[in-house]
């Protein structure tokens, strides 16, 4: 149980696009996801919460018009990187906690977005 | 503010030896503790967690950590590594805001495992 899952699994666009990645829990309801960004041989930074019906709260240093976060129901979230450039390539993982095993955060496998 | 911090970037193994990877954290009170494994392209699965309770905690896939309050560590452990072992670790320290559970995430150590 607890399963995450992320759609695209790997996501190529062209400069300038905007693009949308889809945050699910499977088997169990998220009060509250998560959006992380890796780069190649670094760490996670969080980059925003977001609770099931509200805005999101995004971390010192993200730009919410860049990155457009939807929590509309307890089982999605979407991230959408609007008019991305090469510099937002990164591996986006989102995690989702609901009431499950003590607000545990459970992770999606990730998204791989390259922007040309 | 809180911090993780990870000395080492990449650690190399032999098959079958032993493994510890440090962890030393910055926070205000007791945190909550926990350790991921991330393998290459994939998202992070949880080890083992420390909330309160027995400073030395058993995870999955043969793996412990102990908590050391006087050292501000949480170091993970594995008595004889397998090839499989081979990935990024993560330590991660929980603080609960706001009744969120936000982590703060180390840098990462890249373990390496030689047949």
């Known amino acids: 149980g607890a399963v995450v899952s992320q759609h695209p699994s790997w996501v190529i666009c062209k400069s300038g696009t905007s693009v949308k990645i889809e945050c699910r829990s499977l088997?169990?309801?998220?009060?509250?996801m998560f959006w992380y960004r890796q780069f190649p041989k670094q760490s996670l930074m969080l980059m925003a919460t977001?609770?099931?019906?509200?805005?999101?709260?995004?971390e010192q240093g993200v730009e919410k018009d860049k990155f457009l976060i939807n929590h509309a129901s307890l089982t999605l979230s979407t991230l959408t990187v609007t008019s991305a450039h090469p510099e937002d390539s990164s591996f986006y993982i989102c995690?989702?906690?609901?009431?499950?095993?003590?607000?545990?955060?459970?992770f999606g496998p990730g998204t791989r977005l390259t922007v040309l | 503010a809180q911090s993780v911090t990870q000395p080492d970037i990449h650690i190399t193994v032999s098959e079958g030896a032993s493994l510890e990877l440090r962890c030393n954290y910055s926070?205000?009170?007791?945190?909550?503790l926990f350790w991921y494994v991330q393998s290459p392209g994939q998202g992070l699965q949880l080890l083992l967690k420390?909330?309160?309770?027995?400073?030395l905690v058993q995870g999955i896939k043969g793996f412990e950590a102990e908590f050391k309050r006087s050292q501000s560590s949480f170091n993970l452990r594995k008595p004889s590594v397998h090839w499989s072992d081979a990935a990024e670790y993560f330590c991660?320290?929980?603080?609960?805001?706001?009744?969120?559970?936000?982590?703060?995430f180390g840098a990462g150590t890249r373990l390496a495992v030689h047949p």
């Open positions: 977001s609770n099931e019906g509200s805005k999101a709260t995004y």
């Open positions: 420390y909330f309160s309770g027995d400073t």
């Open positions: 991660a320290v929980g603080p609960f805001s706001g009744g969120y559970n936000k982590l703060i």
């Open positions: 926070y205000g009170a007791t945190p909550y």
């Open positions: 995690s989702a906690t609901g009431l499950v095993r003590n607000n545990e955060q459970f």
């Open positions: 088997d169990f309801q998220a009060t509250t």
